[in-house]
């Protein structure tokens, strides 16, 4: 039933049988308190889309309903185990109380018996760990209960090892230790009832408690209370005590001590969360059945190794034996289950002769062999749940960890612990006690480098390891450099008999060609996650199907999925499906996945792009651009800029690719820049934007793809202009102006004239910037865009202020806010935005604030931090004017984070108010210290007259004392 997560989600509706729980009720008992998903409905949605796909194996879908955005599984309730467990021992009580003790024994055995395992094992979230504590205990209560009858009827043969096998699991639980003493004095062992006691006083009193049960009992025993027992069992107590030790404890001869462990790595490194987990797991101290661990991960991580490591340190908590076995499940004839039981019959100590040659009679002389003794059974490399199931002992003293590179979900009540790369910390430890500490720390970056390309997998930086010790004239930094090559990377991790390309080729050999041809192509782009939709596109298949084969591949420890829809390769394994993607795959079939990648990645972006401008496509179309997909849809503004944000490693994978494949079309390209360059996410994303757009725009000429270039060199000039490079930006722009002569680049043409437009104001060139505005408002008038005519008026408008026309500056300015405004969208934000700018510089501070906070407000829902950054300073300035220099210190200094991200001219217009404003209030210190800073960003950007205004603050402010 998938992973812990998703049974937590099926536990919780269980004990719920045909009653709604609400998403929200859900969320609150399956997911961790300390670590939510950010998504819990987007979760809960995938959990419930797994399970119904588990449910139709058994054609039971129907079964798991949707009801007002919560879910219901419809189940009767005396289906269930736990129902049914409470029904038995009621009915046990009620036979207790008539004195039918054989009845009350019967039914509480049927009871326990279904029990499999720890209720709930390894599952997260507080449901399941509340559960999880009553039904373990509910189960404790009836054992307690029924071996009490046991030694009331004293005709059960194996009550004093189950009585035995109850005190190691429950130490502290007296009633189990009175019933142990017990049962050895009705039998006759007075010496081991002595011993039992003397036991329970040493662990009590170490723990600094009190045993009076235990006292009151030994004192009875000890007076030989006549009492004791019931009719039954001294009409049977025997004449003569007969001190014969119960198995397990003060024998002298018995069974041999298997030691079948292969001998532990003598540099074993890192993985101590992992250990501590597994030794808690393994030595749990009440553990209801055998305990399960089982440890899965991708070849190479490391889990025979840590499996070895933790058997071998629980030595002394299983004294009857530690065996180990090599399933093979990575192999292509992994080892019958019938075979592996006669090996471990004979490592416990059974003759050939005598192992027989049934499998289901090996198994029940398996679980015989194991009855009672404390061991430790190792499955390494365990292919199925299916092939491990029978090796499992069903004494609740053994425990059993298990290995795979595939989920063992099938796996009853074991407790699951997923491997994963190491910690970059542990990967460098690891080297560096391969190859000597002095060697890595005479070469640190190059031993970063190392651990990085072997994607701080332990198996590869083993190998690497021994190539350097087996060279010491090796240079760390020269192997660095030919890890450094993707397409001689798993030649370099190879030496002697060890190789990483070999245990990765052996999980791909056991791939149907579906799956195989999966993870070829998602390894395609330079992306460390991808979404389900994108995966589809690449793909070419249905959501529903691409989920399915993606989440096989899950399984199988191949992809990896950090959260819900979203999956992520193993850097190694990336490596290695390229490279088989380059003998496999046709490179037209290659182009052909990258082309649908593309198209979906605009298609959507367009989408997202008219969401958060709340404008048609067609109103923000620069360039035609054709796409056959329909693209993800987006109701919120918040949720259009989030998927832009999250996107961008996708869209710089697919833009790289389509400047360097003819078989892509670049004008698709260049308006996917355009759509990312739309929404501005700081100092970072503007220059990952502008680079693309230089690469699209160097790409077009040799290709042909005129209106390309235009929009490329359109975009690199508005990144440019957002990074603070004013000169270059508008040498690129002004390049651009011939490109966009065509009639049916008009939007465009009117959009570079915006560009310039703000280009000249922000160099106070405010009459220059007149005619590209009136220009760029015209042309946008004419067809028919609203939305960007508003924007070029209120940049108009500003400009007008600037030069003292105040009148013909306000009425632009609320064109502006009337032609961006109703629904709120980016552009409705920018527009009130503009018209407070102009309102401030006319005079009116108190509408002004009012449009500027109402703006500030949706840019911080939007995750806009350049316009929160503007905004914010403009904020600030009102107030100062105002003549509060306290809140414009506030406002300020909240923005100046935001200014710092985005840095530039807007950060130097921030600090200079902020320096300002701690002026007034008399703090000149911090005053001098944020002038100068704003003084330095204006001479770096060559902004001479923001510059020059600085200086003569700073110079006053120099001349006054300090306080």
């Known amino acids: 039933m998938g992973r812990s997560q998703q049974q937590a989600f099926l536990a919780m509706l269980l004990a719920h049988p045909g009653r709604p729980l609400t998403a929200a009720r859900l969320a609150e008992g399956v997911f961790d308190e300390d670590n939510p998903p950010a998504r819990p409905r987007s979760v809960l949605a995938t959990h419930a889309y797994r399970l119904r796909r588990a449910l139709r194996d058994h054609h039971a879908e129907h079964l798991l309903v949707t009801v007002d955005g919560g879910y219901r599984l419809d189940v009767p309730a005396e289906s269930l185990d736990s129902v049914a467990f409470d029904r038995l021992v009621s009915q046990a009580d009620d036979a207790r109380a008539a004195a039918d003790r054989p009845r009350a024994r019967d039914l509480l055995t049927r009871a326990l018996a279904l029990h499999d395992g720890e209720p709930l094992a390894g599952l997260p979230g507080g449901h399941a760990v509340a559960l999880r504590r009553h039904l373990t205990e509910r189960r404790v209560d009836a054992l307690e209960a029924r071996l009490a009858l046991d030694v009331d009827l004293g005709d059960n043969p194996s009550c004093l090892v189950e009585l035995d096998q109850a005190v190691f699991a429950h130490p502290f639980r007296e009633r189990f230790r009175s019933l142990l003493m017990l049962e050895y004095h009705l039998t006759g062992r007075p010496a081991e009832a002595r011993a039992a006691y003397a036991d329970a006083r040493r662990d009590y009193h170490t723990e600094g408690l009190d045993c009076p049960e235990l006292d009151a009992l030994h004192a009875r025993i000890r007076r030989a209370d006549p009492t004791l027992g019931t009719d039954a069992r001294l009409a049977a107590r025997p004449a003569a005590a007969h001190d014969q030790p119960v198995p397990g404890r003060g024998t002298t001869s018995g069974p041999p001590v298997p030691e079948r462990l292969p001998p532990p790595l003598a540099d074993f490194t890192g993985r101590q969360s992992a250990v501590t987990e597994l030794t808690a797991v393994l030595t749990r101290p009440d553990p209801g059945a055998v305990v399960i661990a089982a440890v899965n991960g991708i070849g190479g991580a490391g889990k025979t190794s840590l499996a070895v490591h933790v058997a071998h340190a629980l030595r002394e908590r299983f004294p009857d034996g530690r065996l180990h076995l090599d399933l093979r499940g990575a192999q292509a004839d992994p080892l019958d289950p019938a075979e592996a039981l006669g090996l471990l019959l004979t490592a416990l100590g059974v003759a050939e002769r005598e192992v027989p040659a049934d499998p289901a009679e090996r198994a029940a002389l398996y679980r015989t062999a194991v009855a009672g003794r404390r061991l430790l059974v190792v499955l390494d490399n365990a292919a199925s749940a299916e092939q491990t199931a029978p090796l499992l002992p069903g004494a609740r003293t053994c425990a059993v960890l298990v290995?795979?590179?595939?989920?063992?979900?099938?796996?009853?009540?074991?407790?699951?612990?997923?491997?994963?790369?190491?910690?970059?910390?542990?990967?460098?430890?690891?080297?560096?006690?391969?190859?000597?500490?002095?060697?890595?720390?005479?070469?640190?970056?190059?031993?970063?480098?190392?651990?990085?390309?072997?994607?701080?997998?332990?198996?590869?930086?083993?190998?690497?390891?021994?190539?350097?010790?087996?060279?010491?004239?090796?240079?760390?930094?020269?192997?660095?450099?030919?890890?450094?090559?993707?397409?001689?990377?798993?030649?370099?991790?190879?030496?002697?008999?060890?190789?990483?390309?070999?245990v990765l080729a052996l999980s791909y050999a056991r791939l149907d060609p579906e799956q195989a041809r999966a993870l070829r192509l998602l390894a395609l782009p330079d992306t460390p996650v991808l979404g389900l939709d994108p995966a589809a596109a690449l793909l070419d298949r249905s959501p529903e199907r691409t989920r399915e084969l993606l989440e096989t591949l899950v399984d199988l420890n191949l992809l990896n999925s950090p959260a819900a829809d979203r999956y992520g390769l193993h850097d190694l394994l990336r490596v290695f499906a390229r490279r088989r993607g380059a003998d496999e795959d046709p490179p037209a079939e290659v182009s052909a996945a990258y082309a649908r990648l593309l198209d979906f990645c605009l298609a959507t972006a367009r989408n997202a792009e008219a969401t958060a401008h709340r404008v048609e496509h067609a109103r923000r179309s620069l360039i035609t651009a054709e796409t056959a997909a329909p693209g993800r849809i987006f109701d919120t503004v918040e949720d259009a800029t989030a998927w832009l944000r999250d996107q961008t490693d996708l869209h710089q994978a697919v833009i790289r690719r389509a400047c360097q494949d003819a078989a892509l079309p670049l004008a698709q390209a260049a308006d996917l820049t355009d759509k990312m360059g739309s929404i501005l996410f700081g100092r970072d994303y503007v220059s990952t934007v502008g680079d693309l757009a230089a690469r699209v725009a160097e790409a077009a000429p040799a290709r042909g793809e005129r209106d390309a270039e235009a929009l490329a060199r359109s975009v690199r000039g508005s990144m440019l202009w957002h990074a603070g490079s004013y000169a270059a930006a508008g040498e690129e722009l002004r390049r651009c102006l011939p490109?966009?002569?065509?009639?049916?680049?008009?939007?465009?043409?009117?959009?570079?004239?915006?560009?310039?437009?703000?280009?000249?104001?922000?160099?106070?060139?405010?009459?220059?910037?007149?005619?590209?505005?009136?220009?760029?408002?015209?042309?946008?008038?004419?067809?028919?865009?609203?939305?960007?005519?508003?924007?070029?008026?209120?940049?108009?408008?500003?400009?007008?202020?600037?030069?003292?026309?105040?009148?013909?500056?306000?009425?632009?300015?609320?064109?502006?806010?009337?032609?961006?405004?109703?629904?709120?969208?980016?552009?409705?934000?920018?527009?009130?935005?503009?018209?407070?700018?102009?309102?401030?510089?006319?005079?009116?501070?108190?509408q002004a604030l009012e449009r500027a906070e109402a703006a500030l407000a949706r840019f911080r829902s939007f995750g806009m931090p350049g316009f929160q950054a503007a905004t914010g300073g403009l904020t600030a300035r009102i107030h100062l004017t105002a003549g509060r220099p306290?809140?414009?210190?506030?406002?300020?200094?909240?923005?100046?984070?935001?200014?710092?991200?985005?840095?530039?001219?807007?950060?130097?217009?921030?600090?200079?108010?902020?320096?300002?404003?701690?002026?007034?209030?008399?703090?000149?210190?911090?005053?001098?210290?944020?002038?100068?800073?704003?003084?330095?960003?204006?001479?770096?950007l060559d902004l001479d007259a923001d510059a020059a205004e600085t200086e003569q603050l700073l110079g006053v402010l120099i001349e006054c004392p300090s306080p």
């Open 739 to 846: 490109l966009c002569a065509r009639a049916a680049l008009r939007r465009l043409r009117a959009n570079v004239l915006l560009l310039l437009g703000a280009n000249a104001r922000v160099l106070c060139e405010f009459e220059a910037a007149i005619g590209p505005l009136e220009e760029a408002a015209s042309l946008f008038h004419r067809l028919d865009d609203e939305a960007a005519e508003g924007l070029a008026l209120g940049e108009l408008g500003y400009n007008h202020a600037r030069c003292g026309r105040l009148s013909r500056a306000r009425a632009a300015g609320e064109r502006c806010a009337e032609l961006t405004g109703g629904e709120v969208s980016i552009s409705s934000s920018v527009g009130s935005y503009y018209l407070a700018r102009i309102l401030y510089l006319c005079g009116d501070l108190a």
């Open 403 to 502: 290995t795979s590179r595939v989920w063992l979900t099938g796996l009853p009540g074991a407790h699951h612990l997923h491997l994963d790369a190491m910690e970059p910390a542990e990967a460098l430890d690891l080297l560096a006690t391969v190859v000597g500490r002095a060697r890595t720390e005479a070469e640190p970056e190059a031993a970063t480098a190392i651990v990085t390309a072997c994607g701080l997998l332990p198996l590869a930086v083993r190998v690497v390891g021994s190539r350097l010790t087996a060279d010491p004239a090796q240079s760390l930094a020269g192997l660095a450099a030919g890890l450094a090559d993707e397409q001689t990377r798993l030649a370099e991790l190879a030496h002697q008999h060890t190789a990483v390309e070999p």
């Open 886 to 940: 306290t809140a414009a210190v506030r406002a300020a200094e909240e923005a100046l984070p935001q200014a710092r991200c985005v840095g530039g001219m807007l950060e130097g217009t921030v600090l200079r108010v902020l320096g300002q404003a701690l002026a007034d209030l008399g703090h000149h210190s911090r005053a001098r210290a944020c002038l100068g800073q704003a003084l330095e960003h204006f001479r770096r």
